[in-house]
């Protein structure tokens, strides 16, 4: 649900929404009169902001003539004047009428990052198992933060709900060893576990007919599918492009669209399917 990102301020709701509500987000207090000028055309732009940034931070409107006490308790000397607070106490501001660029400038300061919160989002879909879009958002985060360890740790973990688990490897890899806390040991065990134990035995007994066959086209199909039914995405596309650089046509086309069906269940954004289209594509062309 979205949070509120406009209110009045008064006596019963100052204490709840200028200096608790500051602890949960940043609060901007925007102090004003009927008779301000400045005022007037400052309050469209603020409230426009608070609008785009849909809950991000709380514009708390103050009628300086209204709430004498309140304007008096936070020093107002002048209007507009508009504070930002932050976990009780005013972090920034300034007096008189400014430019948008000036103010997002300001807010910046104070608010998450574009990859912070789709960090969030990722860690909350997470908890709700919904893994393939806790994944989405969290390469997000992993891309627009360079490697923030948190969220590697997270995009890690979605990764091995979904068994990708070379992959989910792979970031853990690019977490230096300052960053290795309790959660990171979690998601390494975790993992551990799930390579131990995810393979079925019908899995494990094709696998050691491939080693002895490895010229075996359609044992390496078989195996295949049974490799994307037991959630080993990645190695199920691995053993198709290697059949389909022997034979594109292999089994009358079969071997062409399992590959692509294991594609299409990925998304196209996903980036193993993005790979491994790459060297599909190579093939054709």
């Given at each position: 649900m979205t949070e509120e990102c406009i209110v009045d301020i008064d006596q019963n709701n100052a204490q709840a929404q200028l200096i608790d509500e500051s602890f949960k987000r940043p609060v901007m207090i925007d102090f004003w009169a009927e008779w301000c000028g400045p005022c007037k055309s400052l309050m469209p732009l603020l409230e426009s902001l608070a609008n785009e940034y849909a809950g991000q931070f709380l514009l708390a409107k103050v009628n300086a003539d209204d709430q004498q006490m309140i304007a008096a308790q936070f020093g107002v000397r002048s209007l507009p004047t508009v504070?930002?607070?932050k976990e009780g106490?005013?972090?920034?501001?300034?007096?008189?009428?400014?430019?948008?660029?000036?103010i997002r400038e300001i807010l910046d300061k104070y608010l998450p990052k574009a990859w912070e919160l789709a960090l969030a989002e990722a860690q909350a879909l997470l908890e709700e198992e919904n893994f393939t879009e806790a994944m989405e958002k969290a390469q997000q985060a992993v891309s627009e933060s360079s490697n923030n360890p948190q969220a590697l740790k997270v995009l890690a973990d979605t990764l091995v709900e979904l068994n990708r688990l070379d992959d989910a490897q792979s970031y853990l890899d690019k977490i230096t060893l300052v960053d290795q806390e309790e959660y990171f040991v979690q998601i390494q065990a975790k993992l551990n576990l799930r390579r131990e134990s995810a393979k079925s035995p019908e899995l494990s007994a094709l696998e050691e007919e491939m080693r002895a066959q490895p010229d075996n086209l359609s044992l390496h199909l078989t195996a295949a599918v049974q490799y994307h039914d037991n959630g080993f995405t990645q190695e199920a596309l691995e053993l198709l492009i290697k059949v389909l650089r022997k034979d594109l046509d292999f089994n009358e086309g079969e071997a062409k669209k399992t590959f692509l069906d294991v594609i299409a269940?990925?998304?196209?954004?996903?980036p193993l399917a993005v790979k491994y289209q790459r060297q599909f594509y190579t093939l054709l062309y």
């Open positions: 504070m930002i607070m106490q005013p972090v920034d501001g300034f007096a008189g009428a400014q430019t948008e660029a000036a269940s990925l998304g196209k954004a996903d």
